[in-house]
């Protein structure tokens, strides 16, 4: 049997990880700034979380939400103490859509409303509710078109006001910082008053921290240097370092009820082990301050390239703009330098998305790289 062939593929085979670098077939060794969709937080087969895994796997690897699973409290609980958030409860799931599909769908149930509104170049994945409030016409099939939606433009709170008062909105939906889009980061009075309208009109505000969650700015969550305390928050990418899952932080207003929600693999055994060993790792390895200080560093040397214009994003979230377009460039750096980094829907952004265990020195290997490829 062929694959279905949806991904365009470099022709890279990895077969081995070994904190910030990849290695193919060939023992060719790849600088990663990339952390496969911004997902490596902790550093490719980190000791830890390899011992984390295995111990479990020797244990039980999975059993149904049927049974009580302790790991996935402790796994709350750790993820309360680290991301120094409180009063929310924790819907566990397996990928950064199913997250947002969760909770559009509890904004929904809670609100019993049913039109979201997003933003101009949002990306909060591929699956049916969440492609809807995806700015991306491509990924959209007809099936996906008849979701009650609305899209508006960062930091239009007028448009945002006029809409919330028509009072059917469950949820508006936001990337802090947006990924595929290109960074666009809206300012702290625009999240503040987004954040006290949506409570105005009776709306939930939902951040999709599925990208930009698990310390990669230097925060725990990005929204959390704006001030503003989300309903839902949904986690995913950094949260198992590679291992598949993801979830939802639930205000404690918002009440359960039994069905509600559900998966067969959410949050089982080897999941949380992951899960758990990821948030001991960012707390011991004090990585969301590695985020913070190598941002300064990075930016600063970013700089003093006359062709980068701009430095956007923060911490290990980081897009490089260009005076051209960076496709050819992403190119050489991967196949002369041997370094990944990403790409997004501006086509002059070059995105850095590292595992959060990267040092000065893997940057200066790729600013000279850099400087070799530009010049
Ligand atoms: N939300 C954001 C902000 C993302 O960047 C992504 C993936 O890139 C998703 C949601 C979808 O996550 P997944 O691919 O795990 O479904």
Do not use: W
């Not at 701009?310 to 911490?315: E, F, N, S, T």
């Amino acid at each position: 049997m062929e694959l279905f062939d949806v991904y365009p593929l470099y022709d890279i085979t990895p077969v081995k990880g070994k904190g910030v670098y990849i290695f193919d077939k060939e023992e060719n060794k790849y600088l990663d700034l990339y952390g496969g969709h911004a997902v490596i937080s902790i550093g490719h087969s980190h000791p830890a979380y390899v011992n984390g895994i295995s111990n479990q796997l020797k244990k039980l690897g999975f059993y149904s939400n049927s049974v009580k699973n302790p790991l996935q409290n402790k796994l709350a609980e750790k993820l309360e103490e680290v991301a120094g958030v409180k009063d929310y409860q924790l819907f566990l799931c397996n990928s950064g859509a199913e997250a947002n599909e969760n909770a559009l769908k509890v904004a929904s149930f809670h609100t019993g409303k049913d039109r979201v509104i997003y933003f101009e170049k949002a990306f909060h994945g591929r699956t049916s509710g969440v492609v809807a409030v995806t700015d991306n016409k491509n990924v959209q099939a007809p099936y996906n078109q008849n979701h009650k939606t609305t899209k508006l433009a960062f930091e239009d709170a007028t448009g945002l006001e006029e809409e919330l008062k028509k009072g059917d909105v469950a949820a508006v939906i936001f990337e802090v910082i947006q990924g595929v889009g290109g960074l666009d980061e809206a300012s702290t009075k625009f999240y503040k008053k987004t954040s006290e309208l949506s409570k105005e009109y009776g709306a939930m505000l939902i951040a999709d921290e599925v990208q930009s969650g698990y310390g990669r700015t230097g925060d725990f969550f990005a929204f959390q240097k704006h001030g503003i305390r989300p309903d839902l928050i949904s986690i995913a990418k950094g949260m198992g370092n590679g291992f598949p899952i993801g979830g939802v932080l639930i205000d404690k207003i918002i009440k359960a009820k039994p069905g509600m929600l559900g998966t067969t693999f959410g949050g089982n055994h080897l999941a949380c082990a992951a899960g758990i060993a990821v948030l001991d790792v960012i707390q011991r390895e004090n990585l969301m301050q590695n985020a913070t200080e190598l941002f300064d560093f990075l930016k600063s040397e970013a700089l003093e390239i006359p062709q980068i214009k701009k430095v956007k994003g923060r911490g290990l979230m980081i897009g490089l703009e260009f005076d051209f377009e960076i496709a050819q460039l992403r190119k050489e750096l991967l196949f002369k330098h041997q370094i990944f980094t990403g790409a997004s829907a501006n086509k002059k952004l070059l995105r850095i998305l590292p595992p959060l265990t990267i040092q000065k020195e893997h940057f200066d290997t790729f600013f000279k790289a850099l400087k070799i490829a530009i010049n």
